[in-house]
């Protein structure tokens, strides 16, 4: 059973600092902010609290603001640098870190109807998300969100003490499919799994700002547990990939027209709801650069094995015993 944690329900329901007023939405994360024009440069006293705001609620939102998309990457620039996606098309030369994600049925989002933090895979992560709401659905298209610090929470102390120390590998796997199979598609899939190999992420990572404990796996894109065999990996991974679905550490987020929802990677993750078609839906979509992932001490460092973890496309989860590799 999961332990609900509502250790936040007693802070605040609305501040205001240089006139942004922030009014949450939620027990575990979720707060709309009101009181700025995103059209307009951001005084250093407005950054400061919409920065303060994306920690300390983990997903804020913006209604009615009908910016272009130069002030939805100025906006995204005042935190740090606009990454480009590896995979994702975008707006080529002009605007590289620009994603449009034109979406109906004959052109379905992909892989965003799995649980994750955005681009796991990298080394440095990105530390944030910003996606704004162009053309939306009558009904459907949200999307849902979950504070992984209230996942970790809500884990019992002897999980957390278990957990704690342990890395997960996190792969680009999901891209795969994306590449054909000609020569050429099979040439420049492994350019691009040399120029992102597995990498290890701390499964408890400590969130730079806020110091909170963040459970820090996902199922799009951990593949496995550095260290453990494919199913002992599997068997703790679904435990902790359970934690997401918990609707006490969630937040439903529904859209409207120039609607913003800018949301802190290093500790949430989100699900879009492809439950729209044929209806359409366009959002435009810029992340910013992360940094290191920084967890608890290595739990035996002279156990850990290197990632044996071939990404595989399905893994059995009840089948036989497989043997220790
Ligand atoms: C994403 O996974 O970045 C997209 C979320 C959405 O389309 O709602």
Not at 206 to 211: G, K
Request: a neutral charge.
């Amino acid at each position: 059973m999961n332990k609900h944690v509502d250790g936040m329900a007693s802070r605040p329901l609305r501040t205001e600092r240089a006139g942004v007023v922030v009014t949450r939405t939620g027990v575990n994360l979720g707060a709309e902010i009101t009181g700025i024009d995103l059209r307009k440069p951001l005084s250093d006293e407005q950054f400061e609290a919409i920065d303060a705001a994306l920690v300390e609620h983990a997903l804020i939102v913006f209604r009615d603001q009908d910016i272009s998309s130069a002030n939805l990457m100025d906006f995204g620039r005042r935190f740090g640098e606009l990454t480009v996606h590896p995979f994702a098309p975008n707006e080529g030369k002009n605007a590289p870190e620009l994603i449009k994600f034109r979406n109906d049925e004959n052109t379905p989002p992909f892989g965003t109807d799995v649980w994750h933090s955005d681009e796991t895979f990298r080394a440095e992560p990105p530390m944030a998300t910003i996606l704004c709401a162009k053309e939306v659905p009558a009904v459907g298209g949200d999307t849902m969100f979950v504070s992984m610090a209230a996942a970790y929470d809500g884990l019992s102390e002897k999980m957390q003490q278990y957990i704690s120390g342990l890395e997960g590998i996190h792969d680009m796997k999901p891209f795969r499919p994306l590449f054909g199979k000609s020569q050429e598609e099979r040439k420049n899939l492994q350019h691009f799994e040399l120029q992102y190999p597995p990498q290890l992420h701390p499964v408890v990572r400590i969130h730079p700002v806020s110091r909170r404990k963040v459970l820090f796996v996902n199922p799009q894109f951990t593949v496995g547990i550095d260290g453990m065999d494919e199913r002992e990996s599997r068997q703790l991974l679904d435990t902790l990939f359970h934690q997401a679905l918990v609707p006490e550490y969630q937040h439903r987020h529904h859209w409207q027209p120039h609607t913003i929802a800018m949301w802190d990677n290093r500790s949430t993750q989100h699900y879009a709801v492809h439950d729209y078609y044929p209806q359409r839906r366009y959002m435009e979509r810029v992340t910013i650069k992360g940094g290191p992932v920084t967890g608890l001490p290595k739990a035996n460092p002279a156990s850990v094995r290197k990632a044996k973890f071939a990404a595989p496309a399905h893994v059995d989860t009840h089948g036989g015993h497989k043997p220790h590799r």
